[in-house]
């Protein structure tokens, strides 16, 4: 395959003689090209934003992921997600990602940083690691390479926090999206290889699925949720002249408020838009790590809150794990917010069901003697009612075509 950049430059040139602009304007035909792959990739069927499978003929391939979103009992589902196999036409590479919207135009906020993060972050990706290669080359170093474990974290991190700061700027001065006091979180991850790379913006959470030394799997949680009373965040927020405290009727439950006003109180300390209490200490930069994936780790687990408000780490792998271990893999992200559902009936009940998305990413192909190493299968179940008890949530499946 030919080299990312000199890939990808081709292509923006190509796009830039398209469109009768000249080849010094270079981010302007990134940026373009990026939206090209993207919907290319689309026309392939290898991004899934909603139903379908996306199947890859990659040999370098091993991933298999299952994805399942439902709406709750709020209205509109404000939950939505994605998944790009081959990602930027690499057969190494794949994003995926979750977005929690809030506030009246959550749904749209959610939505709009669902379709711009991930050709954002492609063009930036390839800007940085363009420069990076030319720096190198220009000092005659020849200790690092970009592909080297640490400095490819570098660049994907500086990748990650110019894309995530472009988009929320976007959104501030979108014109038909209100982001005043609505916004989204955002928890995604590139998987290039045995490498993985996650950037966290809020209280979605990515827990990785691992085999431990009883043979048993464990979950090791991969991000920390952005709430207003961690210590570090805590002292940005009242540094930024905002408040901090919780409701008499939410004990426990932390919020960023302005210096005045009752409103809003957002429970979380990073978002997108929010732009009310921007400047009390709100920000939308991520938290960006890395994980090398070994033989023993088996999954991750993204999932927005209404899935972590009800369900433990470690009861999540286990839904998980299980689903694989019965030849249910495309169907564990299903399993998961079903578990999810049942659980909120128990533990909240009189409290209207949150939105719940899942996605079930795996590292390792099954050898079945069939094609299954071969094919990415991603199951979305998108149920639009109040649910019921597991019989009734399997009926309507059925009889909305999702099984």
């Given at each position: 395959m030919v080299p990312f950049p000199s890939f990808f430059n081709g292509l923006a040139r190509t796009v830039s003689m398209k469109k009768g602009k000249p080849a010094s304007d270079e981010r302007d035909s990134g940026k373009e090209a990026a939206e090209e792959?993207?919907?290319?990739?689309?026309?392939?069927?290898?991004?899934?934003?909603?139903?379908?499978?996306?199947k890859s003929s990659s040999s370098k391939?091993?991933?298999?992921?299952?994805?399942?979103?439902?709406?709750?009992?709020?209205?509109?589902?404000?939950?939505?997600?994605?998944?790009?196999?081959?990602?930027?036409?690499?057969?190494?590479?794949?994003?995926?990602?979750?977005?929690?919207?809030?506030?009246?135009w959550g749904h749209a906020v959610s939505k709009r940083v669902r379709e711009s993060v991930p050709p954002s972050l492609l063009c930036n990706w390839q800007e940085t690691l363009k420069a990076s290669i030319d720096t190198e080359m220009e000092l005659g170093l020849n200790d690092h390479h970009p592909h080297d474990?640490?400095?490819?974290?570098?660049?994907?991190?500086?990748?990650?926090?110019?894309?995530?700061?472009a988009v929320d700027q976007q959104l501030k001065h979108h014109p038909k999206i209100d982001t005043f006091s609505s916004g989204s979180t955002a928890l995604t991850i590139v998987k290039q290889g045995e490498h993985l790379m996650i950037a966290n913006v809020g209280d979605s959470r990515a827990v990785l699925g691992t085999t431990s030394e009883n043979g048993g799997v464990s979950a090791v949680q991969l991000t920390v949720d952005c709430k207003p009373n961690l210590p570090q965040e805590a002292?940005?927020?009242?540094?930024?002249?905002?408040?901090?405290f919780c409701l008499p009727d939410e004990p426990g439950v932390?919020?960023?408020?302005?210096?005045?006003?009752?409103?809003?109180?957002l429970a979380l300390s990073r978002a997108f838009g929010d732009y009310c209490i921007k400047e009390f200490g709100l920000i939308?930069?991520?938290?960006?790590?890395?994980l090398r994936i070994t033989e023993s780790d088996q999954f991750v687990i993204l999932a927005t809150d209404g899935v972590w408000d009800v369900v433990?780490?470690?009861?999540?792998?286990?839904?998980?794990?299980?689903?694989?271990?019965?030849?249910?893999?495309?169907?564990?992200?299903?399993?998961?917010?079903?578990?999810?559902a049942r659980a909120w009936k128990r533990k909240r009940s009189g409290i209207a069901l949150d939105d719940m998305s899942a996605i079930c990413l795996f590292f390792h192909r099954i050898d079945d003697g069939g094609d299954g190493g071969q094919q990415q299968v991603v199951?979305?179940?998108?149920?639009?009612?109040?649910?019921g008890d597991r019989d009734d949530e399997d009926d309507l499946v059925k009889k909305n075509g999702l099984d």
């Amino acid at each position: 395959m030919v080299p990312f950049p000199s890939f990808f430059n081709g292509l923006a040139r190509t796009v830039s003689m398209k469109k009768g602009k000249p080849a010094s304007d270079e981010r302007d035909s990134g940026k373009e090209a990026a939206e090209e792959l993207a919907k290319d990739a689309k026309r392939n069927e290898l991004i899934l934003s909603s139903s379908g499978t996306v199947k890859s003929s990659s040999s370098k391939s091993n991933n298999f992921a299952s994805v399942c979103s439902r709406r709750g009992q709020k209205g509109v589902n404000q939950d939505c997600l994605v998944v790009w196999e081959e990602f930027g036409c690499q057969d190494d590479m794949m994003f995926c990602g979750v977005f929690d919207g809030h506030g009246p135009w959550g749904h749209a906020v959610s939505k709009r940083v669902r379709e711009s993060v991930p050709p954002s972050l492609l063009c930036n990706w390839q800007e940085t690691l363009k420069a990076s290669i030319d720096t190198e080359m220009e000092l005659g170093l020849n200790d690092h390479h970009p592909h080297d474990h640490r400095h490819r974290f570098e660049i994907w991190k500086e990748s990650f926090l110019k894309t995530y700061a472009a988009v929320d700027q976007q959104l501030k001065h979108h014109p038909k999206i209100d982001t005043f006091s609505s916004g989204s979180t955002a928890l995604t991850i590139v998987k290039q290889g045995e490498h993985l790379m996650i950037a966290n913006v809020g209280d979605s959470r990515a827990v990785l699925g691992t085999t431990s030394e009883n043979g048993g799997v464990s979950a090791v949680q991969l991000t920390v949720d952005c709430k207003p009373n961690l210590p570090q965040e805590a002292e940005r927020i009242k540094n930024s002249k905002g408040r901090i405290f919780c409701l008499p009727d939410e004990p426990g439950v932390y919020r960023i408020w302005r210096p005045s006003g009752k409103t809003p109180g957002l429970a979380l300390s990073r978002a997108f838009g929010d732009y009310c209490i921007k400047e009390f200490g709100l920000i939308s930069t991520p938290e960006v790590t890395q994980l090398r994936i070994t033989e023993s780790d088996q999954f991750v687990i993204l999932a927005t809150d209404g899935v972590w408000d009800v369900v433990s780490n470690q009861e999540a792998v286990r839904v998980v794990s299980a689903a694989a271990a019965n030849s249910n893999r495309e169907k564990a992200a299903k399993r998961l917010v079903e578990f999810a559902a049942r659980a909120w009936k128990r533990k909240r009940s009189g409290i209207a069901l949150d939105d719940m998305s899942a996605i079930c990413l795996f590292f390792h192909r099954i050898d079945d003697g069939g094609d299954g190493g071969q094919q990415q299968v991603v199951e979305s179940s998108m149920i639009v009612s109040a649910l019921g008890d597991r019989d009734d949530e399997d009926d309507l499946v059925k009889k909305n075509g999702l099984d």
